[in-house]
C-alpha cells in the first residue's frame, strides 16, 4: 500500500490508524493511541501484530505459568503436615487447576479457540512500559499514547493468573474440605489463604516489573533453584547420595530443582544453535554432585571439633 508521507507522530509510541484503504492508498487518523493489538511500525502507522511468539517468548509465559504452580506446592508442603496423606491430591490438584487456567486463556486469545496467539514482537525493555513515553510537544498537554506494544505478553498473565484463582476458588475448598481430615479445622484452609495474599503480589509483580522479569527470569531460575536446593538439602541433612535414597520425597525435590535447572539453562541459551547449547545442559546435576561432594567437610560439628582440637 502507498504510504503518504504526513508528519511524524511524536513520542515512542504514537501513531497514526488506518481508517480506510482505497485501492493501494491507505488513508490514515490523528496522531494517537494504537488499538489493541496493534503497534507502530518504522513509519509511525499502527500495523496489526500478525506474529507469534517466538522460542523465548514462550518460555517467559512459561515460567510466569509455572509461579503460582511452585508456590502453590510450596504452601501445600507447608501446612499439609508430615503425616497428611492428602498433599499429594491437593498438588495435583493444583496442577490441574494451572493447567485448565492455560488452557482456557489460550483458546481465549486471538485468535479466539486455537492454542496459537497473535503477538508483537518485543523490540526493548521500553515497549513494556509504553505509559512512560507520553510525549508533550508544549510541556503542558501530554498525548497518551499507552497500549501494548508487547501484546499479548504483559495482560495475558494477568488473565492466566484470574482463571487460577477462580479455578483455585472453585476447586480446592471442597477438595481440601473432603480429605484434608488429618488437619485442624483452622490449618486445611491456610495454603489457600496463602494463595490469596501471593496472587495479588504475583499480579502487581508482572505489572510493575514485567519487562525486567521478561529478560532476567532465565537467571532468576538458576539463582532461586541453586539456593532452594542448597538450603532444602542442608535442612534435609543429605550428606551423602544415599541420604537422598532415605525419602522418595527427596528424589521428586532433587529432580524438580533439574528440571527448573534445564528450564533456566535453555531459557538462557534458546537453543539456537543445538549442537553448542545441548551439551549445556550435562551440568545440570552439577550443583547436586557439587554439594553432596563438599558437605562433608561444612558439617558444623566437625568444624567446631577441628576447631576446639586447634587445627
Known amino acids: 500500500a502507498a504510504v503518504d508521507i504526513q508528519p511524524a507522530c511524536l513520542g515512542l509510541y504514537c501513531g497514526r490508524t488506518v481508517l480506510s484503504v482505497n485501492g ?16 507502530t511500525d518504522d513509519n509511525k502507522i499502527c500495523r496489526e501484530c500478525e506474529g507469534s511468539p517466538d522460542r523465548y517468548d514462550w518460555l517467559y509465559l512459561g515460567f510466569m505459568a509455572m509461579l503460582p504452580l511452585v508456590l502453590h506446592w510450596f504452601f501445600i508442603e507447608w501446612y499439609s503436615g508430615k503425616k497428611s496423606s492428602s498433599a499429594l491430591l491437593q498438588h495435583l490438584t493444583a496442577l490441574l487447576e494451572c493447567s485448565l487456567a492455560a488452557l ?3 483458546l481465549l486469545s486471538d485468535p479466539v479457540g486455537s492454542l496459537h496467539i497473535r503477538s508483537c514482537r518485543v523490540k526493548k525493555l521500553s515497549d513494556w512500559y509504553t505509559m512512560l513515553y507520553n510525549p508533550s510537544p508544549d510541556y503542558i498537554t501530554t498525548v497518551h499514547c499507552t497500549h501494548e506494544a508487547v501484546y499479548p505478553l504483559y495482560t495475558i498473565v494477568f488473565i492466566y493468573y484470574a482463571f487460577c484463582l477462580v479455578l483455585m476458588m472453585l476447586l480446592r475448598p471442597l477438595l481440601v474440605k473432603k480429605i484434608a481430615c ?10 489457600i489463604y496463602a494463595a490469596l495474599y501471593f496472587f495479588p503480589i504475583l499480579t502487581v509483580l508482572q505489572a510493575v516489573g514485567g519487562g525486567l522479569l521478561y529478560y532476567a527470569f532465565p537467571y532468576i531460575i538458576l539463582v532461586l533453584s541453586l539456593v532452594t536446593l542448597a538450603v532444602y538439602m542442608s535442612a534435609s541433612e543429605v550428606e551423602f547420595f544415599k541420604d537422598l535414597l532415605v525419602r522418595k520425597k527427596r528424589l521428586v525435590v532433587l529432580f524438580s530443582h533439574w528440571l527448573l535447572h534445564a528450564y ?5 541459551s ?15 546435576p552439577a550443583p547436586a554432585l557439587f554439594y553432596l ?5 561444612t558439617e558444623p560439628s566437625r568444624i567446631l571439633s577441628e576447631g576446639g582440637n586447634g587445627h
Not at 493501494?24 to 503497534?39: A, F, I, L, W
Not at 488429618?182 to 495454603?191: C, E, H, P, T, V
Not at 534458546?270 to 545440570?284: F, G, S
Open 104 to 106: 482456557v486463556t489460550l
Open 270 to 284: 534458546k537453543l539456537d544453535k543445538l549442537e553448542q547449547d545441548l551439551p549445556l545442559l550435562a551440568l545440570v
Open 182 to 191: 488429618g488437619l485442624g479445622r483452622s490449618d486445611r484452609f491456610k495454603s
Open 24 to 39: 493501494s492508498v491507505e488513508t490514515y487518523g490523528d496522531c494517537g493511541v494504537c488499538p489493541r493489538g496493534q503497534r
Open 293 to 297: 561432594m563438599t558437605a562433608k567437610y
Open 264 to 268: 533456566g539453562i535453555i531459557s538462557i
